[in-house]
């Protein structure tokens, strides 16, 4: 008569605490914080060991980009809420989706491409801007956002700062440097210096996209009326550069054109 079989030994019991703590010290912050739910959510599917790890890692890195690019929208100065999703491409013709989902996947940051948006007033151009910055900062790369005003108030701020710290300020070496609303006022003689210094410091070394209601034979008169700065300017500009216009209606006009329609 064979012995009776003696009894399965109790699973070890686990020492959350422990486990917390060690994840923290790794800089697993994520994991640390919901491994009490992933033990029982793979006790519950009897996931194998390599299932388990596999989900805890899988769910840092998602948080972790999750974060990273909640971080880096807030520290671009992009405005929230406008993104290529919410873009009317049925109001707008002129503007091609397959083009507009090109520039999505961010081949022209890669080769460090400028882009200029032209077209007059209310077409969607800022629109368009801010959400290929929102784009560039899901597939990583650093950018920030400046309405031309703003910008130039910096670079004056900036002007008599030593080049080695010039260099350092976000908008001398962010991946995408997005300049909203140039031509509304021209320029004077300085600040043409400045954009100059600017637009050359970044040549080849990432990329620029303006938003202008203006065409490019327009520049001179908008920098200082200097035609060869102008010159020098677009030749770095649009020496590897994409060029987009927008023609059609306004969307602001159309808007008040619907509220006035629904008050009649």
Same mark, same amino acid.
């Given at each position: 008569?064979?012995?009776?079989?003696?009894?399965?030994?109790?699973?070890?019991?686990?020492?959350?605490?422990?486990?917390?703590?060690?994840?923290?010290?790794?800089?697993?912050?994520?994991?640390?914080?919901?491994?009490?739910?992933?033990?029982?959510?793979?006790?519950?599917?009897?996931?194998?060991?390599?299932?388990?790890?596999?989900?805890?890692?899988?769910? +840092?890195? *998602?948080?972790?980009?999750?974060?990273?690019?909640?971080?880096?929208? =807030?520290? /671009?100065? &992009?405005? #929230?809420?406008?993104?290529?999703?919410?873009?009317?491409?049925?109001?707008?013709?002129?503007?091609?989706?397959?083009?507009?989902?090109?520039?999505?996947?961010?081949?022209?940051?890669?080769?460090?491409?400028?882009?200029?948006?032209?077209?007059?007033?209310?077409?969607?151009?800022?629109?368009?801007?801010?959400?290929?910055?929102?784009?560039?900062?899901?597939?990583?790369?650093?950018?920030?956002?400046?309405?031309?005003?703003?910008?130039?108030?910096?670079?004056?701020?900036?002007?008599?700062?030593?080049?080695?710290?010039?260099?350092?300020?976000?908008?001398?070496?962010?991946?995408?440097?997005?300049?909203?609303?140039?031509?509304?006022?021209?320029?004077?003689?300085? +600040?043409? *210096?400045?954009?100059?210094?600017?637009?050359?410091?970044?040549?080849? =070394?990432? /990329?620029? &996209?303006? #938003?202008?209601?203006?065409?490019?034979?327009?520049?001179?008169?908008?920098?200082?009326?200097?035609?060869?700065?102008?010159?020098?300017?677009?030749?770095?500009?649009?020496?590897?550069?994409?060029?987009?216009?927008?023609?059609?209606?306004?969307?602001?006009?159309?808007?008040?054109?619907?509220?006035?329609?629904?008050?009649?």
């Amino acid at each position: 008569m064979s012995a009776p079989a003696s009894p399965a030994a109790p699973p070890p019991k686990v020492d959350l605490d422990a486990i917390r703590e060690q994840l923290t010290r790794l800089g697993l912050v994520r994991a640390a914080e919901t491994i009490g739910e992933q033990l029982a959510q793979a006790a519950k599917d009897r996931l194998s060991l390599h299932r388990f790890l596999e989900a805890v890692l899988t769910a +840092e890195v *998602s948080w972790r980009e999750e974060r990273r690019i909640k971080t880096s929208l =807030r520290l /671009s100065g &992009l405005p #929230t809420g406008q993104t290529l999703q919410s873009f009317d491409f049925g109001f707008q013709p002129s503007v091609e989706r397959s083009r507009i989902e090109l520039l999505g996947t961010c081949g022209w940051l890669r080769e460090k491409e400028s882009l200029l948006i032209q077209g007059p007033p209310g077409v969607g151009k800022t629109h368009l801007a801010i959400a290929l910055g929102v784009r560039a900062i899901e597939n990583g790369f650093s950018v920030a956002f400046h309405r031309l005003d703003d910008l130039l108030a910096a670079m004056k701020r900036d002007a008599g700062a030593p080049p080695a710290r010039l260099r350092r300020r976000k908008y001398m070496n962010v991946a995408l440097l997005l300049i909203d609303e140039m031509g509304f006022e021209p320029m004077d003689r300085g +600040e043409a *210096s400045l954009f100059f210094r600017l637009v050359s410091h970044r040549y080849q =070394r990432g /990329s620029t &996209l303006i #938003t202008t209601n203006k065409g490019i034979r327009d520049w001179p008169e908008l920098l200082a009326g200097d035609e060869i700065l102008a010159t020098a300017i677009l030749d770095r500009l649009l020496h590897k550069s994409q060029v987009l216009n927008i023609t059609g209606r306004s969307y602001r006009l159309r808007d008040l054109e619907r509220a006035a329609t629904a008050s009649a």
